[in-house]
Protein backbone atom coordinates (compact mmCIF):
# COMPACT_ATOMS: atom_id res chain seq x y z
CA UNK A 1 0.00 0.00 0.00
CA UNK A 2 1.50 3.44 -0.81
CA UNK A 3 1.25 6.20 1.82
CA UNK A 4 1.90 9.74 2.60
CA UNK A 5 4.18 11.10 1.00
CA UNK A 6 4.86 9.30 -2.10
CA UNK A 7 7.22 9.78 -5.40
CA UNK A 8 8.86 8.21 -8.22
CA UNK A 9 12.21 8.67 -9.20
CA UNK A 10 13.64 8.55 -12.60
CA UNK A 11 17.31 8.41 -13.55
CA UNK A 12 16.92 12.31 -14.14
CA UNK A 13 13.33 13.77 -12.60
CA UNK A 14 11.31 13.00 -9.67
CA UNK A 15 7.58 12.78 -9.99
CA UNK A 16 4.31 12.86 -7.56
CA UNK A 17 0.75 13.76 -7.84
CA UNK A 18 -1.55 16.51 -6.06
CA UNK A 19 -4.79 13.52 -6.15
CA UNK A 20 -2.62 11.07 -3.99
CA UNK A 21 0.10 8.81 -3.10
CA UNK A 22 -0.25 5.87 -5.31
CA UNK A 23 3.00 5.18 -7.21
CA UNK A 24 1.05 3.47 -10.02
CA UNK A 25 -1.02 6.37 -10.36
CA UNK A 26 1.89 8.78 -10.67
CA UNK A 27 3.74 6.30 -13.14
CA UNK A 28 0.30 6.08 -15.42
CA UNK A 29 -0.31 9.94 -15.41
CA UNK A 30 3.22 10.85 -16.16
CA UNK A 31 4.07 8.23 -18.94
CA UNK A 32 6.75 6.56 -17.69
CA UNK A 33 7.57 2.85 -18.46
CA UNK A 34 8.55 1.15 -14.98
CA UNK A 35 10.05 -2.27 -16.33
CA UNK A 36 12.79 -2.08 -19.34
CA UNK A 37 15.07 -4.55 -21.05
CA UNK A 38 17.71 -4.65 -18.35
CA UNK A 39 14.90 -3.86 -15.29
CA UNK A 40 13.65 -1.41 -13.53
CA UNK A 41 13.97 1.91 -14.97
CA UNK A 42 12.63 3.86 -11.60
CA UNK A 43 12.40 4.22 -8.02
CA UNK A 44 9.36 4.03 -5.57
CA UNK A 45 9.89 5.95 -2.49
CA UNK A 46 8.02 7.29 0.53
CA UNK A 47 8.83 9.19 3.15
CA UNK A 48 6.50 9.69 6.27
CA UNK A 49 6.05 11.95 9.10
CA UNK A 50 7.55 10.37 12.35
CA UNK A 51 6.23 10.50 16.02
CA UNK A 52 9.27 12.68 16.59
CA UNK A 53 7.73 15.89 15.32
CA UNK A 54 6.63 18.50 17.40
CA UNK A 55 4.94 21.09 15.01
CA UNK A 56 3.93 20.52 11.38
CA UNK A 57 5.67 19.67 8.93
CA UNK A 58 8.92 19.70 10.64
CA UNK A 59 10.60 17.69 6.97
CA UNK A 60 13.72 17.08 9.01
CA UNK A 61 12.27 14.54 10.67
CA UNK A 62 10.46 12.63 8.07
CA UNK A 63 11.65 9.09 7.41
CA UNK A 64 12.52 7.65 4.07
CA UNK A 65 12.28 4.77 2.41
CA UNK A 66 12.28 2.44 -0.98
CA UNK A 67 9.28 0.61 -1.80
CA UNK A 68 10.85 -1.99 -4.21
CA UNK A 69 13.28 -4.72 -3.97
CA UNK A 70 15.11 -4.19 -7.05
CA UNK A 71 17.10 -1.07 -8.25
CA UNK A 72 18.10 0.33 -11.62
CA UNK A 73 21.83 -0.01 -12.00
CA UNK A 74 22.13 3.90 -11.56
CA UNK A 75 20.39 4.23 -8.29
CA UNK A 76 22.05 5.16 -5.21
CA UNK A 77 19.92 5.45 -1.49
CA UNK A 78 21.56 8.18 -0.52
CA UNK A 79 21.40 10.36 -3.37
CA UNK A 80 17.99 9.00 -3.90
CA UNK A 81 17.28 10.35 -0.05
CA UNK A 82 18.64 13.44 -0.87
CA UNK A 83 16.68 13.98 -4.29
CA UNK A 84 13.13 12.73 -2.56
CA UNK A 85 13.94 15.10 0.17
CA UNK A 86 14.61 18.10 -1.84
CA UNK A 87 11.27 17.26 -3.54
CA UNK A 88 9.82 16.78 -0.73
CA UNK A 89 10.43 20.33 0.60
CA UNK A 90 9.25 21.94 -2.61
CA UNK A 91 6.26 20.17 -2.42
CA UNK A 92 5.82 21.08 0.69
CA UNK A 93 5.95 25.34 -0.08
CA UNK A 94 3.15 24.48 -2.71
CA UNK A 95 0.75 23.40 -0.12
CA UNK A 96 0.37 19.72 0.79
CA UNK A 97 -3.15 18.65 -1.06
CA UNK A 98 -3.24 15.31 0.95
CA UNK A 99 -2.04 16.06 4.92
CA UNK A 100 -1.46 12.54 6.66
CA UNK A 101 0.08 12.70 9.78
CA UNK A 102 -1.63 9.66 11.84
CA UNK A 103 -0.23 8.66 15.00
CA UNK A 104 2.55 11.61 15.19
CA UNK A 105 2.36 11.05 18.78
CA UNK A 106 4.62 13.94 19.65
CA UNK A 107 2.47 16.97 17.21
CA UNK A 108 0.98 19.51 18.94
CA UNK A 109 -0.22 21.57 16.24
CA UNK A 110 -1.27 20.96 12.63
CA UNK A 111 -2.24 24.14 9.67
CA UNK A 112 -3.12 22.67 6.53
CA UNK A 113 -4.81 25.16 5.10
CA UNK A 114 -4.57 24.20 1.88
CA UNK A 115 -4.81 19.98 1.94
CA UNK A 116 -8.58 18.80 0.65
CA UNK A 117 -7.89 15.22 3.09
CA UNK A 118 -6.34 15.86 6.52
CA UNK A 119 -5.80 12.58 8.85
CA UNK A 120 -4.52 13.28 12.74
CA UNK A 121 -5.75 9.90 13.70
CA UNK A 122 -3.91 9.14 16.81
CA UNK A 123 -2.30 11.93 17.34
CA UNK A 124 -2.97 12.15 21.43
CA UNK A 125 -0.71 15.65 22.12
CA UNK A 126 -2.48 17.47 19.22
CA UNK A 127 -4.14 20.58 20.94
CA UNK A 128 -4.79 23.29 17.69
CA UNK A 129 -5.73 21.77 14.39
CA UNK A 130 -6.46 23.98 11.75
CA UNK A 131 -7.76 22.21 8.27
CA UNK A 132 -10.29 25.04 6.76
CA UNK A 133 -10.64 23.96 3.40
CA UNK A 134 -10.15 20.28 3.91
CA UNK A 135 -13.33 18.20 2.20
CA UNK A 136 -12.42 15.15 4.72
CA UNK A 137 -11.06 15.75 8.60
CA UNK A 138 -10.32 12.85 10.22
CA UNK A 139 -9.53 13.54 14.23
CA UNK A 140 -10.39 10.26 16.08
CA UNK A 141 -8.44 10.01 19.33
CA UNK A 142 -6.91 13.00 19.80
CA UNK A 143 -7.51 13.19 23.13
CA UNK A 144 -5.53 17.04 24.06
CA UNK A 145 -7.35 18.33 21.06
CA UNK A 146 -9.86 21.43 22.20
CA UNK A 147 -10.50 23.21 19.11
CA UNK A 148 -11.13 22.10 15.73
CA UNK A 149 -12.09 24.22 12.66
CA UNK A 150 -13.31 22.41 9.84
CA UNK A 151 -15.81 24.64 7.92
CA UNK A 152 -15.65 23.02 4.14
CA UNK A 153 -15.57 19.23 5.44
CA UNK A 154 -18.25 17.51 3.93
CA UNK A 155 -17.49 13.99 6.38
CA UNK A 156 -15.43 15.22 10.21
CA UNK A 157 -14.91 12.22 12.32
CA UNK A 158 -13.32 13.30 16.17
CA UNK A 159 -14.40 9.83 17.65
CA UNK A 160 -13.13 10.21 21.07
CA UNK A 161 -11.69 13.16 21.53
CA UNK A 162 -12.10 13.52 25.06
CA UNK A 163 -11.00 17.25 25.45
CA UNK A 164 -12.95 18.88 22.78
CA UNK A 165 -14.90 21.58 23.41
CA UNK A 166 -15.52 23.49 20.16
CA UNK A 167 -16.02 22.11 17.20
CA UNK A 168 -17.26 23.85 13.88
CA UNK A 169 -18.56 21.56 11.02
CA UNK A 170 -20.84 23.88 9.41
CA UNK A 171 -20.91 22.34 5.67
CA UNK A 172 -20.40 18.77 7.03
CA UNK A 173 -23.00 16.11 5.92
CA UNK A 174 -22.09 13.33 8.63
CA UNK A 175 -20.38 14.21 11.65
CA UNK A 176 -18.59 11.61 14.50
CA UNK A 177 -18.55 13.04 17.68
CA UNK A 178 -18.93 9.86 19.64
CA UNK A 179 -17.53 9.66 23.03
CA UNK A 180 -16.52 13.52 23.55
CA UNK A 181 -17.76 13.85 27.26
CA UNK A 182 -16.28 17.47 27.16
CA UNK A 183 -18.20 19.15 23.96
CA UNK A 184 -21.64 21.06 25.16
CA UNK A 185 -22.16 22.48 21.38
CA UNK A 186 -21.80 21.05 18.17
CA UNK A 187 -22.73 23.22 15.24
CA UNK A 188 -23.28 21.08 11.87
CA UNK A 189 -25.85 22.82 10.05
CA UNK A 190 -26.18 20.70 7.00
CA UNK A 191 -25.22 17.37 8.94
CA UNK A 192 -27.85 14.67 7.90
CA UNK A 193 -26.36 11.93 9.99
CA UNK A 194 -24.28 12.73 13.67
CA UNK A 195 -22.90 9.90 16.07
CA UNK A 196 -22.83 11.24 19.27
CA UNK A 197 -22.99 8.15 21.93
CA UNK A 198 -20.83 8.52 24.65
CA UNK A 199 -20.74 12.46 24.91
CA UNK A 200 -21.92 14.63 27.29
CA UNK A 201 -26.36 14.10 27.90
CA UNK A 202 -26.80 17.96 27.89
CA UNK A 203 -24.77 18.39 24.68
CA UNK A 204 -27.04 20.67 21.93
CA UNK A 205 -26.57 19.71 18.35
CA UNK A 206 -27.73 21.98 15.87
CA UNK A 207 -28.06 19.76 12.35
CA UNK A 208 -30.65 19.61 9.37
CA UNK A 209 -34.08 19.28 9.83
CA UNK A 210 -34.72 16.00 9.62
CA UNK A 211 -31.37 14.59 10.20
CA UNK A 212 -30.21 10.67 11.77
CA UNK A 213 -28.82 11.91 15.61
CA UNK A 214 -27.50 8.53 17.59
CA UNK A 215 -27.18 9.34 21.11
Known amino acids: MCNFASFVLTKDQVFYSE ?26 VEIRPTDKIKKWPSLRAWKFTIDQDVLPIWAEVEICEK ?37 ARGCTALTELKADAAKSVYASGCTA ?3 LKADAAKSVYARGCTALTELKADAAKSVDVS ?37
Open 145 to 147: LTE
Open 179 to 215: GCTALTELKADAAESVYARGCNPNLKIKAKKGAVIYR
Open 83 to 119: RTRTALQRRAKKGFKTVDASDCTALTELKADAAKHVD
Open 19 to 44: NGDSHSEIISSNNLYEWGSHGPNIVK
